[in-house]
Structure formats: structure tokens, C-alpha cells
């Protein structure tokens, strides 16, 4: 088939039958793509999680390599699993697509989708295709198995609250997209965007971060069979956001020193070539797919070790303290009220992931 | 709250507080809505299934009153698990939201979710709540469990094509909404649309048929325990696509005897009215969510047994035959080829399920 026939010419049938040739089969599959439900092994405990990328909300298709945006949209739900120590086996794929997408984007989508799936030993096992009006959606639900949970509730006062990885470069790759910078399907830098020549070292990782996230998933599943972390959850929505609802699970406080945030190095550089604020991006950017987790003070060496075990940075930047569920930054001996500025789908006033285009 | 306040206004977080509130917990769920990922028990073999309700493709606002709206999203779901022989246990919600959808709506698609889902003994395990410019999309995945599975592939040679309940009860509903009529968020008749006061019989079931469907749940469930179906799906495509598809799996052919088909009397009763023809709805229209199986003949007498212990009525259409897919009218002797008319998504120049008003 021609890669630029629109999908609404295929048809729906054809274009389930196609896919289902490009979908391998799984361990633990017993039905796959084709039947009703798919039917899969799982341990005694199942976890399920659902997430859904929506054009004009989460992605912008010209900002997109669908690849990249196939890989992401499995990332971000693995990312769940992994948040609560889990494994993840299985996928459903569920898509939303206007008819005069081209086939060449669903193939595109599927690539990176089963490319992400091998790397990580997911099965596609099905999913759903419908036309939409006029955006895309990718939808997907993760199955995953756990033996331990690591869940949000169950942070102490007193625990660190401790991250992994570096924060900020997904939300900086955002604002580079927002001016100009692109990068190709391979995930080579295509555009520049406004940064100079010798001044975009930093392009390539934040823009990578986020549109291909690398959340640390052997890490996160790891720690199920270790007594290191209370609690624990994936970064998503932005530290300060993510940090209080893990406050209110938990019901307790949490205050940050801002010097201790992993600010990534490659979104500082950036920031500072078009006079941004790389930290502003740590404390409040979305997208990290880091892990936030409560650490006792007495077991962050034994978690650095484990975390090194998988080549993952772990940084403390705070720490629980009892109380009604609210956030401080400390300096010194003051601390300063700090109110979460993170994303809010529904707050048209703040500022979106992925603002569509202005009418 | 008001319950006319748009989301928009109140927010992506206060939202889920207060939709969580309103989700009981349920057996098997040891963690629901408001950690990463939900954890549920389930058996060594899970079921999962995932369908999506579009506004402007499946549904108009206008329509389908929210209550209505939810109980169809969880009951096209789970007539998909009991078509695998499965029990419906655990659903995740994901919706995508125009930011000026009142509250009143979401509340209302919730009152559905919930009463459709304690009628069933399933429990709401999570979600995700997005963001979408202007189409409401309503994407659920179930899971189930299942000891033995009925699947697509499996008929043979022989075997009777059957069915469930009566046909086209939904797609005549379909029509009566396109034509004015329509039912309050109870299932009470406030429209007729163009049916005359004597001539409004039908109404109400076919109405309900489209906005509220009942699959033969407890049924479908209820062949996993018995030797007499080699294969079985559910109707939602409509009979001619979807014994195309049962065909295509089992690597058959089928005929269909014109006279046997089970037209639905509301149904029928309905389109004589305006001059149309639900023979054809019956054959082709979608939604009927009634099952379609492959019995050996020497079984069908132990089949109407079984059913009738769930009040469910069952017909033999046809048979399926050896050959390449493909479908028949059998006329006494004679044999006309069928070509199926059910819904493709993607073809724009074939009748959508809910079209959206032209521009």
C-alpha cells in the first residue's frame, strides 16, 4: 500500500488487518490481536494503567515524529508500572484517527510502538480503531504484574523526598519545539530553532526527553524486592505538583532546598542562551518520568547503591514533615509557602504541554 | 459545586478529587483510583478489552442523555468479555474533555459508569483525565477473567451460525434519533420525532437499544462452563461484518437464510411506519451487542436449554461452509453472494453510526 493513502481510503478492516500482520506474538499471550478481548497470563496481581496522548493538548504532529510519538506514548504508560514496582507486559493500543491521515503515520506510530515493546518485553495483545473529527488520539492500557507495591501512600515525616535522574529537560525540549527546533524520526536534530550554531549543545537531550522519555523502569521494578522506599511515584506532571499529591496520599508536608534539585545541565545551558530559568523548569516542568519517592534518611545509601546498579542518579531535595498536605521551600532556617504551578488539563489560563496552534 | 461550573473552571485536580469520592471500593481492588497504576486480583488468565466512544462518530451530546452515555461505555466493553466466555471484573475510564463541559455532564456519565458497574460486579480501578479542543471521548478498558475462552477461530464446517436475541433494534434507534426522537437521562420517551401518537410502539426499545444496550452477559459467561460453542463473538459491527470476521478467523465460509434472521418487532414495527426496511437494519446495522456463535447442530437443542436459563432467546441464521471467507443469501436452492454493509469507521462515504450534523 501506498504510505500517503489516507487511512479513511484503506478502511477500517484492511487497516486492523495490516496492523495485526506488523504485531509479533508474546509470552503469556493466549489471544491476541483479533478477538473480542485479548486473553493474557498474569501473576495473581495485575496492574493496569491507562494514558492518552491527545493532539493539540499532548503533542502537535509537525512537533512529532510519529515514531517518537508511538515510543512515547508506551514510555509515559510504563512509566505507571514501573512507579509502582511493577513489571509491565502487555499493551492495548487504542486510536482515534481522521480519516485523511496518512497510512505512512500509523505505520510510523506502530514502529515506534513495537520498537519501544521489544526493547521493554511488552505485547501488543490489541486495541480499538475509530475515526475522530478532526485530532489524533493514542490511548493506551499497560498490564503489568507485581509480587511488592511500592504506592503513594505510605511516605513517614522525616522521609527524604528523593528523585532520580536529572529534571527539566523534557519541559525545556518543550519550549525548544515551541521555538523552532525539531528533531527527524531517528532522533537526529533537524532544526535548530532560534539557538545558535554554537550555543545548542543542549538541543538534542532535551528535545529527546520529551519526545522519546526514558523513565527508569528496571530501576523502579528493582525496588519491589528491596525495603528501601515508602512510597513512590512517576514524575509527570511536574515535581511540585507530583511532590503535593504524594503529600495528600500520604497526608503529610514536604518541604524542598532549592539547591539540592538535579537541574539538568543540558536545559540550564539552553535557558540560558534565550534568558530562561532552568530551575523554574525542575521545580514546576512536567514530563520528567523520573521516579519521586520517600526515602528514611538512614536508607538513602543503601537506594544510591541500588540505583547505581542500574546506572540511575538518585538526588535527595527535601524532606516530609508532619502536617496538612502542603509544600515549602527552605533557605537557610525560612521557609517560603510554595505553590505548585504544574500542568492542569483544564486550566485554559496556564500554560499547556503542547498549546495548539492559535486560531 | 455548581453543576453547571465547566470543567475548565474546576480544574484537573479538584476534578479527580471529587470523581474519586464518588467511586466505591471493590472486591479484588487492592489499589484504585489515585496511585500510578491500579493492582487488582485476577485469575492466571486475564482478559482485557478496550472500546471508545467518540463524540461525532458514536455519540452526539445532543442524543445521548450522560447517564445513558456512561452505562453504553461499560456495556460495549463488557459485552466484549462475555463474547470471550469471560467475567467482567475491573474498568479504568480515561476521558478526553472540551474544557466547557459542565460538570453536570461528567457527574451524569458517572452516574452511569457506577450503576451499570455494581448491576455488573465490576469495580472502577482508575483512569485519566485529559484535556481535547472539542470532542468528548469516552475510552474504557476492562478486564476480566476467564477459565476457558470462547474465541473467533474455531467453527467448522457445518456448523450453525447463531445468534442471540432479536436484530436491529439499535440501528432503528439510531434512525429515531437522526429522525427527533429521543429518550431523558431514565430511558423515558420526551420526543417522538416524526412518529405518529398510534404509531410510536417501538420507540422506546429501540431507543434504549442504541443508547443503553444489554448484551446477554450473564450467558456468554455461562457457555465457559459448557461444550457447545466452538467459536463466538459479539455484534457490534453489525451480522454481515462480523460473520465475515468470525468467517475470516476460522478460515470458513457462511451463508445466512433471509427467513430465519430474527428481526427485532419494535424494530420492524418502526420502519414500517416511515417506509423503511429492517430486514436490512437487521443484516447490517451495528450495535446489537448480542452474540454470534458457530454451533454444531447436534448441540443447538442444548444451546436454547442453556439460554433459557438467562431468559435469552437464541436463532439459527445459517450455516458456515467450507471455502474462502465469504458470505451468502441462501433462497431456497439458490445462493445470491452478500457483501457486508457494516460500519467502517473509516469510510466517509459509508453511513456513520452517529453522524455528526453537516456544516
Known sequence: MDPQTPVGEIGERALIRHLRSRI????????????DAAAVETGPLTLVTTDVLVEGVHFRREWSPPRLLGRK????????????????????????????????????????LLERAAETGVSLVGGNLSASEDRIVVDLAVLGQADRLLRRVGAAAGDLVVVTGTLGAA??????LEKGAR????????????????????LVPCLRAQLDPSPPLAFGRALAGQEIVHAAMDLSDGLSGD?????????????????????????????????GDAFSLALHGGEDYQML???????????REAASVWSVSVSAVGQF??????????????????????????AARERRRAPVPEA
Open 73 to 112: 506514548a508506551l514510555s509515559v504508560n510504563l512509566s505507571d508500572v514501573a512507579a509502582m514496582a511493577g513489571l509491565a507486559r502487555y499493551a492495548t493500543v487504542s486510536l482515534c484517527l481522521p480519516r485523511d491521515v496518512p497510512l505512512a503515520f500509523v505505520d510510523g506510530l506502530y514502529d515506534g
Open 243 to 275: 511532590l503535593l499529591s504524594l503529600c495528600e496520599e500520604s497526608e503529610l508536608a514536604a518541604w524542598i532546598e532549592p539547591d539540592w534539585l538535579p537541574v539538568d545541565p543540558s536545559a540550564a545551558a539552553l535557558e540560558k542562551q534565550v534568558g
Open 293 to 303: 519517592m520517600a526515602v528514611p534518611p538512614d536508607r538513602v545509601d543503601a537506594l
Open 24 to 35: 509479533p506474538a508474546g509470552p503469556g499471550v493466549i489471544a491476541g490481536v483479533g478477538d
Open 183 to 202: 528533531l527527524d524520526a531517528d532522533g537526529a536534530l533537524v532544526d535548530r530553532g532560534v539557538w545558535p550554531p554554537d550555543g545548542a549543545d543542549g
Open 321 to 346: 514533615a508532619a502536617g496538612p498536605p502542603a509544600l515549602s521551600l527552605r533557605f537557610g532556617e525560612a521557609m517560603r509557602k510554595l505553590r505548585p504551578k504544574s500542568h492542569d488539563h483544564f
Open 171 to 176: 519541559a525545556a525540549g518543550l519550549r525548544a
